[in-house]
């Protein structure tokens, strides 16, 4: 990216700095997430003119792909999936006329075929800075990484740079993630490297920085003074789907919570940053991660919890338990829910418990993060019909009904002193009309800007393993002990509730 | 995203039970089948000549649909005797996925003969208190007008829509009047700026690439039409403030406006009588150069041998407007620029 302040054009525009020109070379262009997210987020950016007029998009297969029909997928896709990204046949046209294919392998641990197909769009005026998206299997992240390496395709000269966008996940461990991210640090600068969470990407996330910077209000009691704990959940209502195999090798606490919960974890926890430059914000998520308490695999009984889901019913429809679900080894002790309790071991959260949890087949679909406030010193309505009060809770909902609402005590009306909780609530949906643009427009947006705030730096992944690693170890290690189970339609396990108990803390009803 | 629609045509009410009515109104919306949430994020005072009313009620739902606001539509006919008439109606959207809808309020406003004087405080009392007021002012009615001076008073957001680029710079000069008559608290910007913020774009993109910024001499201007435009000068204004150039003469060259500035740089504008693309030519001092060049639906960029294209966005007025009510603050460039374009207009209009 061309520095900013050199150009006095730029100043006080920065919010506005266009994409740079690049060509997007999408592996794994047929798979799911790039025809679910990737495309229609595209021509939501085309459609809203924050692409560079000259941006192609180049799929790369390992078989043969007919150009002109992967097009016409593309867009049939996007119309069944995202209906407004494709607004009419004529932006049809003008997006499917960006979109280019080339077949290769990489046999012979090289992407000779793809460099020429680059050379090719080049040399007919195509741009020379390349965003490559890796949307593949993990496993292949490695030798695709190292065969554009061995076609110089990691190279970024003056006139042009060259990016990768990895998506999750990053390892499957903390020794998978360092080898993961060395074999990238082989080929890439950690400055070209962009690891994808979503997550990072979505409103509400973002807005974490500016409620907390923003306002005068928050920031004070943002610590072990005022805060009694935190509460992280995303619940899913959803099961395994069609992604059994990956769930099966995955389960909830490596796909949902080293990555996605970790990071949001370390938005709300970190300390305040000097500036709202990219590295000062992935320093200061750094250090949060740093200081979260280690612990051991003896340890894990007290702080961890997993379970499978059994048949049950989630919004009035009955399905099958995990175990009986299509794909899934009927000995599975993948976990579908997993619920953790940290500590932060610095001066802003001396004592204050970060729970967090996750799961398939919860009653509904919800992601929040619950600042719970401690209870007032004294209860000064002792002699009257107030026999309890309820905490205050800021809570920030990332999905759905993204917004954020405070929750505190108001008298009811009436001449007897009777208190009840009520909520103040703030939602994007209707204090701000307009669309929400999705997590991946905002990143691959991001990445052709060359800004790599909302992505995960490598020491921030490696702490993330770090910390459940000890978790994963001793899952592994009790492999004859029952797994619990909770019923589909349900909050998750008791064990979870026995988790909080310890405090007389209690998981939110969402 | 789903459309906006009007829950029932509006209905006219007794301008004292404005509020009443609205509270009836939204006990019949609430009564519907599907939830509603009643939204308003800040009071939006649209204030037009009578003529210009349909025009201006079009905009309202789609307004509505990016802002949710206590949207209050005035219109004023001062030729007739004085009367106030009022009608309240709500536009709804429905959230993606969900049965709720997103409701905001509109309430119409006629105020004729010299009650249009006293509209700035029937606007101040059915204003929320707690929420920012933006006043969006009508090319229909002129900028020196009382209720426009009221209502900038108390008003978080002035937009005013007084001319547009292609306009003869002097229509500026009473737009820049207002500019330095309101409260400091008061923002105003003209949807002139907005529409530039295209043009601003596209040289930014170009300096982006184009590294000899520091060694730009001259800046010339081609504008469409005979006369220098509004667009030409505020533009010219905002290049000289961005590079912080300071003026030592403005002269006629001619038909040409010439600006000097400390340094040997200069800013020339070049009416080309309808003829030339509008744009901009970039001179430097090693004798390079670069050119913006706006075409139909995209600016071409051009430094040296490289050319590339930008995209053009939207300048009609419901997409200015809608950009304009997300930002609140003060544009420091604005101020600078206005400040500059100020300064050079007298010299340019004695000339």
């Known amino acids: 990216m061309s520095d900013s302040t050199a150009n006095p054009f730029r100043s006080g525009m920065l919010m506005e700095h266009p994409a740079d020109p690049c060509v997007l070379i999408i592996f794994g262009g047929t798979g799911d997430l790039a025809q679910r997210k990737l495309f229609p987020s595209l021509a939501h950016l085309v459609r809203e003119g924050r692409l560079s007029e000259q941006t192609q998009f180049l799929c790369v297969s390992r078989k043969p792909l007919d150009e002109h029909g992967f097009r016409a997928e593309v867009i049939a896709n996007a119309r069944q999936l995202a209906p407004d990204s494709i607004p009419d046949e004529t932006f049809a046209q003008k997006f499917s006329a960006r979109i280019f294919t080339v077949t290769d392998a990489g046999e012979g641990g090289r992407f000779d075929r793809l460099k020429t197909r680059l050379t090719e769009l080049a040399s007919s005026g195509g741009p020379r800075n390349h965003l490559i998206y890796l949307s593949i299997p993990p496993t292949g992240y490695a030798p695709t990484i190292a065969a554009l390496g061995a076609v110089g395709l990691s190279a970024s000269d003056a006139g042009a740079w060259s990016r990768i966008i990895i998506e999750k996940p990053f390892g499957r461990d903390y020794a998978s993630a360092e080898a993961l991210n060395s074999a990238a640090a082989a080929v890439f600068k950690e400055e070209q490297i962009y690891r994808i969470d979503h997550y990072l990407g979505k409103e509400t996330v973002q807005n974490i920085l500016v409620l907390r910077l923003a306002n005068t209000l928050f920031e004070p009691i943002w610590n072990h003074h005022y805060v009694d704990h935190v509460a992280i959940t995303a619940a899913e209502a959803l099961g395994v789907e069609e992604r059994a195999q990956y769930y099966e090798e995955s389960g909830a606490l490596r796909d949902m919570i080293q990555n996605h919960l970790m990071q949001i974890l370390a938005m709300i926890a970190m300390e305040r940053p000097a500036s709202l430059a990219a590295e000062a914000i992935r320093d200061e998520k750094r250090k949060v991660l740093e200081s979260v308490r280690p612990f051991t695999e003896q340890d894990v009984p007290n702080i961890a919890v997993r379970a499978q889901y059994a048949a049950g019913a989630v919004a009035g429809k009955a399905v099958p338990g995990y175990l009986e679900e299509q794909g899934v080894k009927p000995n599975s002790r993948t976990e579908t829910y997993a619920a953790l309790k940290l500590h932060i071991d610095n001066w802003r959260w001396s004592g204050v418990p970060f729970y967090l949890r996750t799961g398939k087949r919860m009653p509904k679909r919800v992601t929040e993060v619950a600042i719970v406030f401690r209870k007032v010193p004294h209860m000064v309505f002792a002699q009257s019909p107030v026999d309890r009060l309820e905490q205050n809770v800021l809570a920030i909902r990332i999905q759905p009904n993204e917004g954020i609402s405070l929750k505190f005590e108001a008298k009811l009306p009436g001449h007897a002193l009777h208190v009840r909780p009520v909520e103040m609530d703030f939602r994007y949906g209707s204090s701000f009309g307009g669309r929400l643009s999705d997590a991946y427009e905002r990143l691959l947006l991001d990445a052709m800007i060359g800004d790599q705030t909302l992505f995960a730096r490598r020491d921030s992944v490696e702490e993330g393993w770090r910390i459940v690693q000890p978790v994963l170890n001793a899952w592994a290690h009790d492999a004859n002990d029952a797994l619990p189970q909770y019923v589909a339609g349900s909050w998750g396990p008791s064990e979870a509730d026995v988790l909080l108990a310890a405090r007389n803390h209690r998981w939110r009803k969402l | ?351």
């Open chain 2, 1 to 351: 995203m789903n459309g906006v629609a009007q829950v029932a045509p509006p209905q006219e009410v007794d301008v004292a039970k404005i509020e009443q009515e609205l509270e009836l109104l939204w006990r019949e919306v609430e009564s519907a089948d599907h939830p509603v949430t009643r939204a308003t994020a800040f009071n939006l005072v649209l204030v037009c000549q009578r003529g210009a009313e349909a025009e201006t009620r079009e905009l309202v739902p789609e307004l509505a649909l990016v802002h949710p606001t206590r949207t209050m539509l005035v219109s004023l006919d001062e030729s007739i005797p004085a009367a106030q008439r009022a009608w309240v109606t709500a536009h709804c959207r429905k959230l993606e996925g969900e049965q709720r809808q997103i409701c905001s309020e509109a309430i119409i406003l006629e105020m004729d003969g010299d009650s249009a004087l006293r509209a700035a405080s029937l606007i101040h009392s059915l204003s929320l208190g707690s929420l920012a007021t933006a006043v969006v002012w009508h090319p229909s009615l002129p900028l020196a007008h009382p209720l426009l001076a009221n209502l900038s008073r108390s008003a978080d957001r002035v937009i005013t829509c007084a001319t547009d680029h292609l306009a003869p710079a002097s229509t500026l000069k009473p737009w820049f009047e207002l500019y330095e008559s309101v409260p400091q608290e008061c923002v105003v910007t003209d949807l002139l700026w907005a529409e530039l913020s295209g043009w601003r774009g596209a040289i930014a993109e170009l300096f982006d690439k184009c590294t000899t910024v520091t060694r730009l001499s001259e800046v010339r201007i081609h504008s469409t039409g005979d006369k220098l435009t509004c667009g030409a000068l505020l533009c010219g204004a905002w290049i000289a403030s961005s590079m912080e150039w300071q003026t030592t003469s403005v002269a006629l060259h001619g038909r040409r406006p010439v600006i000097e500035f400390a340094g040997e740089h200069r800013l020339v504008f070049s009416p080309d009588g309808g003829s030339a693309p509008a744009g901009m030519e970039f001179l430097f001092s090693d004798g390079t150069t670069a050119a913006v060049l706006r075409d139909r639906d995209h600016f071409t960029l051009t430094c040296g041998p490289h050319t590339h294209a930008a995209h053009v966005r939207d300048v009609d007025m419901l997409s200015l407007l809608a950009h304009e009510l997300h930002a609140w603050g003060r544009d420091p460039r604005l101020d600078k620029s206005v400040r500059l374009a100020h300064d050079w207009l007298p010299e340019l209009l004695f000339s």
